[in-house]
């Protein structure tokens, strides 16, 4: 089940990116996708979620307020929103799916996820 991200960068402090979750092979409409990061030297660490059907969102304290998650059904895609950008936002970002309708926060309940895309927030 491959999922595919896109959109990362180098971005200034303050910035902005949107990151893209798609899956070229399976419909996402129905399933719980999440987003999560790892910067070099740490763990996986849970940034957000949508759950199937009912699209109810989640986030980490860290990024409350400024990244939202939301979904195209008519682009099969789950977008990653993110706005004001930190320095301790740098890191790989991952989506990843369960085939569940519903969020989880720990990684290892998902075991399809997608190669990463880097996110660099630096001046």
């Known amino acids: 089940v491959p999922l595919v991200e896109s959109g990362g960068g180098l971005v200034q402090p303050g910035g902005s990116l949107r990151l893209s979750c798609t899956a070229p092979?399976?419909?996402?409409?129905?399933?719980?996708i999440a987003w999560f990061r790892q910067a070099p030297g740490t763990e996986r660490e849970w940034v957000s979620c949508?759950?199937?059907?009912?699209?109810?969102?989640d986030y980490a304290d860290s990024v409350k307020g400024r990244f939202t998650i939301a979904r195209d059904n008519s682009k099969n895609t789950v977008y990653l929103h993110m706005n004001n950008l930190k320095p301790e936002d740098t890191a790989v970002y991952y989506c990843?799916?369960?085939?569940?309708?519903?969020?989880?926060?720990?990684?290892?309940?998902?075991?399809?996820w997608g190669q990463g895309t880097q996110v660099a927030v630096s001046s």
């Open positions: 949508i759950s199937g059907r009912i699209t109810s969102t």
């Open positions: 990843a799916t369960d085939l569940s309708e519903f969020c989880s926060r720990l990684p290892f309940e998902y075991a399809h």
């Open positions: 092979e399976f419909t996402l409409e129905i399933y719980a």
